[in-house]
C-alpha cells in the first residue's frame, strides 16, 4: 500500500497513458492514415486538397515555404542587428 | 498540439475578427502584468528564448505518426516560463509560423487562444500536481496530458463556435469529426508529456533553480 502511495503520481501517469493511448488507437482504426491539414478538412467538411509532396527524412518533412524561412530568417536577423545597434536591447 | 489547421478563409471575417481581438486583449494584459507586477529576471528571458526557439523549430516537423502529426511544446512553455510570459511565446511562435507558410495569418488569434489554453492548464497543473507527489516526470507528464486535452478542447470550441464557411455539415457532424481528430492529437500527446517530462526531469536534476518558486 506504501508503494502505491509514493508512486501515486506515476500510477496516475500510467493510468491515463493506457487510456489515451486506446482512445487514440481506436481514433485511428476509424479514420484511418491521412495527412494532419487533410484530417482537419475532413473532420470540418472540406474538400481535401491534394497536397504537392515534398521532400522527407525518415517520414519527416518542415512545413511551410522553404523561401519564406531564409525571408524570416532575414528579417529576423536585421530586426535584431537594428535592435541591438540603435536600442542596445 | 491542438493547432487549428485550416486553410484562411474557413472562418468568417468576422470571427477572425472576434478571435484576435480577444488574443490581443491577452497578449495585452500580459504586457501590462510583465511592466508592473511580475518582472522578468534575465534568466527567466533566457529561458524564454530557448523555449521560444525549441517550440517553433519542433513545430514545424511533421512526425510521420497517423499520416502526420505535429508537436508544439506548449506544455514544456507553461511549466517552464509560466502564463504571463507563455502567452507571449504562443504569439510569436504562431506569427513566425504563420510567416513560413504553416497555418493561415487569420488563425492565429484562434491559434493563441487554443495555445495559450495548453499553457495555462498545464502550469495549473503542473503547481497542483506537487501536492500528490514532487516527482518532476510525473507532475509534468500529467501536466501536459492535461494542457492538451484543455488546447482539443478549446479548439473544439473554437470551430464549433465560429462554424466554417463553405461547409454542409451539421454542428453534431462537424464535432464527431473533430472528436476524432482531438483523439488522434492525444495520441501524439504520449509523446509530448514523455518528451516533456524527460525534459523536466532533467532540468530539475541540473538546474533545479530554474523549476523553484512561482513561475508567473
Not at chain 1, 512545413?63 to 531564409?70: Q, R, T
Not at chain 2, 491542438?2 to 495585452?28: K, N, P
Not at chain 2, 512526425?63 to 509560466?82: D, Q, S
Request: glycine content about 10%; overall charge neutral.
Amino acid at each position: 500500500m506504501s508503494v502505491f502511495i509514493e508512486r501515486k503520481g506515476l500510477v496516475i501517469f500510467g493510468a491515463i497513458l493506457i487510456v489515451v493511448l486506446i482512445a487514440a488507437l481506436a481514433a485511428y482504426q476509424m479514420t484511418g492514415s491521412m495527412g494532419i491539414e487533410d484530417r482537419y478538412n475532413t473532420a470540418v467538411g472540406l474538400p481535401v486538397l491534394q497536397q504537392e509532396e515534398g521532400g522527407t527524412f525518415f517520414g519527416f518533412s518542415a512545413e511551410g515555404n522553404p523561401v519564406l524561412y531564409l525571408i524570416v530568417l532575414c528579417v529576423l536577423i536585421i530586426v535584431c542587428f537594428v535592435a541591438y545597434r540603435y536600442f542596445r536591447i | 498540439m491542438a493547432h487549428i489547421h485550416l486553410e484562411d478563409g474557413s472562418f468568417t471575417l468576422f470571427w477572425i475578427l472576434v478571435w484576435w481581438i480577444i488574443a490581443l486583449c491577452l497578449i495585452g494584459i500580459a504586457l501590462f502584468l510583465l511592466r508592473s507586477k511580475y518582472k522578468p529576471d534575465p534568466k527567466k528571458i533566457t529561458i524564454a528564448a530557448f523555449v521560444t526557439a525549441a517550440a517553433f523549430a519542433i513545430f514545424q516537423v511533421q512526425v510521420p505518426i497517423a499520416g502526420g502529426v505535429h508537436m508544439n511544446l506548449t506544455p514544456l512553455i507553461g511549466i517552464l516560463t509560466g502564463p504571463v510570459i507563455g502567452t507571449l511565446i504562443v504569439f510569436i511562435v504562431n506569427i513566425l509560423s504563420a510567416a513560413i507558410g504553416h497555418g493561415g495569418w487569420g488563425l492565429v488569434g484562434a491559434n493563441v487562444l487554443v495555445n495559450f489554453s495548453e499553457v495555462l492548464v498545464a502550469w495549473l497543473v503542473f503547481k497542483g500536481m506537487k501536492k500528490i507527489t514532487t516527482d518532476l516526470f510525473t507532475r509534468s507528464g500529467v501536466a501536459t496530458f492535461a494542457g492538451l486535452f484543455a488546447g482539443n478542447l478549446a479548439m473544439i470550441a473554437v470551430i464549433l463556435v465560429s462554424g466554417i464557411q463553405g461547409v454542409h455539415q451539421t454542428t453534431t457532424q462537424i464535432l464527431a469529426g473533430l472528436s476524432l481528430l482531438a483523439a488522434i492529437n492525444m495520441g501524439v500527446a504520449i509523446i509530448e508529456a514523455l518528451l516533456t517530462g524527460l525534459i523536466v526531469a532533467y532540468v530539475g536534476k541540473i538546474r533545479p533553480d530554474i523549476l523553484e518558486g512561482d513561475r508567473k
